[in-house]
Nanobody, 120 residues
Framework: QVQLVESGGGLVQAGGSLRLSCAAS????????MGWYRQAPGKQRELVAM???????NVADSVKGRFTISRDSAKNTVTLQMNSLELEDTAVYYC??????????????WGQGTLVTVSS
């Protein structure tokens, strides 16, 4: 199967920066989309940003201009650079990938989540 391991969460003051990384391992033929979602307390999980194999990105309006998503397909990793963090960015951030394990089989994989806490 496929596993995702996230790193980089933590506590940061408002206005600061954090960098989240997610690495995939296991039975990987190809990784299609890579992305980050987040879930704040009492709220639904929402898309933060995603990136296709071709490099096209989709970034939530709430973080546009502050967060940047990038990928290294050779290393099966995706990174979320978060700048100018706001209190409202506090959430558990989840890595998500659509992984092809063969030419004919794909599956959606989630990371375990990493907590980002922004303080005033």
């Amino acid at each position: 199967q496929v596993q995702l391991v996230e790193s980089g969460g933590g506590l940061v003051q408002a206005g600061g920066s954090l960098r989240l990384s997610c690495a995939a391992s296991g039975s990987i033929f190809r990784i299609n989309t890579m992305g980050w979602y987040r879930q704040a307390p009492g709220k639904q999980r929402e898309l933060v940003a995603m990136i296709t194999r071709g490099g096209r990105t989709n970034v939530a309006d709430s973080v546009k201009g502050r967060f940047t998503i990038s990928r290294d397909s050779a290393k099966n990793t995706v990174t979320l650079q978060m700048n100018s963090l706001e209190l409202e960015d506090t959430a558990v951030y989840y890595c998500n990938m659509e992984v092809s394990t063969s030419i004919t089989r794909s599956l959606e994989v989630w990371g375990q989540g990493t907590l980002v806490t922004v303080s005033s």
